[in-house]
């Protein structure tokens, strides 16, 4: 009997002691999840908070894209020409070599920033490339103001109401290369550019442009104009018969992206822009360039053709070079392919131009015309293509030992052009 009593007091003592090892280590376990719950809380609001912050800044890089723009434009090639590497009275050559030159052509980088929504500023820069150094130079800086479709004013340096080849630049022409003599030869400060002010408006998305200008156009010290107060006044008209063109720049080729019929109408006019310094006349300027491009199916056709006349009223029409008096004429004529052939598009591209500058028939102005055939890759539209081109270009006559030598000089060119 005391064995049994014995017996049954050891269990109730294993017993007592294990339930207060199950209480102390369920308390234990509660104190841990607690910890846990407490941990995983602060986790959660840390993550919450960081998410938080990554919306904040993708935000941010958000509206910095919205509002900022970065860009950079390429342009190179190589380019042999013929009789170009001597003369003919080199010793060396025989003026029958043909030059090889390997070119940087352009590089541009943009910069636009929206200030406010009715406020931009553009600022752009070029690489010069030259046989002596390379330099960078401004290309565009300017503040553009806009009210309404109707309203626009820029200020500062910009390209100025002018034809359709010097808006659109290098970049967005039909043919590879900028058309020459004689084409958009006004005398404006750089690449096409001047100081000044320009008022321009557009009506149904471009269905008809106005472009009026005031700038700094021909002067320099000591010679025809070298009075600041006569300022270069330019304007220009464009209706689009078709598809409408928007904003102030325009392109050549649109690659068969829309149905273009568009004429525009330039006039110029500076106050003792030409002459001399004893004897200044006025500078006087008028161009008209149409544009025809319609996407077939079978292929997009373009056509475009420019007329510019210059005028001295009277005074020397100088060589055809920027800013003398005469006439010049450009046509072109392109076929772009629908079907893609590897990475791009083949297109056949033509154009002929001719400058004929006043008083031709004197021994230091003369006559000059170049024709061009190529074949172009287009990949991506003006921002990736490949091009080749012969042209065959009129030198005229002019002094020095090759005066009946270079009438006539070819070229070939492999060009290369990138932008983003």
């Not at 109707?150 to 359709?164: E, K, M, N, Q, W």
């Not at 149409?290 to 006349?309: H, M, P, R």
Request: some cysteine; charged content about 20%; overall charge negative.
């Amino acid at each position: 009997m005391k064995i049994q009593k014995l017996v049954l007091s050891s269990f109730m003592i294993a017993g007592f002691v294990m339930l207060c090892n199950l209480r102390g280590g369920a308390t234990a376990y509660a104190v841990g999840l607690e910890e846990r719950m407490d941990h995983l809380e602060t986790r959660l609001s840390e993550l919450t908070s960081t998410q938080d912050d990554h919306k904040s800044a993708i935000s941010a890089i958000k509206g910095l894209q919205e509002r900022v723009s970065l860009g950079f434009g390429l342009r190179t090639s190589f380019l042999t020409t013929e009789d170009a590497a001597g003369t003919k009275g080199d010793g060396v050559s025989g003026g029958r070599s043909w030059d090889k030159d390997f070119d940087v052509e352009n590089m541009r980088l943009y910069f636009g920033a929206k200030v406010t929504d009715n406020i931009y500023v553009e600022f752009n820069t070029e690489i010069s490339n030259t046989s002596v150094a390379d330099d960078v130079r401004l290309l565009d800086a300017f503040v553009e103001y806009k009210w309404n479709d109707y309203f626009h004013i820029r200020f500062g340096r910009h390209l100025p109401a002018s034809d359709r080849y010097n808006l659109d630049g290098p970049y967005y022409q039909n043919s590879f290369e900028f058309p020459g003599p004689g084409i958009s030869a006004y005398p404006f400060k750089s690449t096409g550019r001047a100081e000044g002010v320009s008022y321009w408006g557009q009506y149904k998305g471009g269905k008809f442009k106005w472009q009026l200008s005031a700038v700094e156009g021909k002067e320099a010290v000591g010679e025809n104009n070298d009075d600041p107060d006569h300022l270069m006044y330019t304007g220009r008209l464009t209706y689009n018969f078709w598809e409408p063109e928007p904003g102030y720049y325009n392109s050549s080729t649109f690659y068969g992206k829309k149905d273009v019929l568009a004429i525009g109408l330039v006039g110029v006019h500076q106050s003792d822009g030409a002459g001399t310094a004893a004897k200044p006349t006025d500078y006087s300027a008028w161009n008209v360039d149409f544009l025809l491009e319609k996407n077939f199916g079978w292929g997009t056709i373009d056509i475009e053709a420019g007329f510019f006349d210059y005028t001295n009223h009277g005074t020397s029409g100088g060589t055809g070079s920027l800013g003398g008096a005469g006439q010049a004429w450009t046509v072109g004529f392109s076929y772009l392919y629908p079907e893609k052939i590897g990475w791009g598009y083949p297109q056949f591209v033509t154009r002929y131009v001719e400058n004929n500058p006043t008083e031709a028939d004197t021994s230091a102005q003369f006559t000059r015309n170049k024709l061009e055939l190529a074949l172009h890759y287009i990949i991506q539209g003006h921002n990736a293509k490949i091009a080749l081109i012969w042209s065959n270009e009129h030198l005229g006559s002019g002094s020095g030992v090759d005066v009946d030598w270079n009438e006539d000089r070819g070229a070939v060119r492999l060009g290369m052009q990138l932008q983003h």
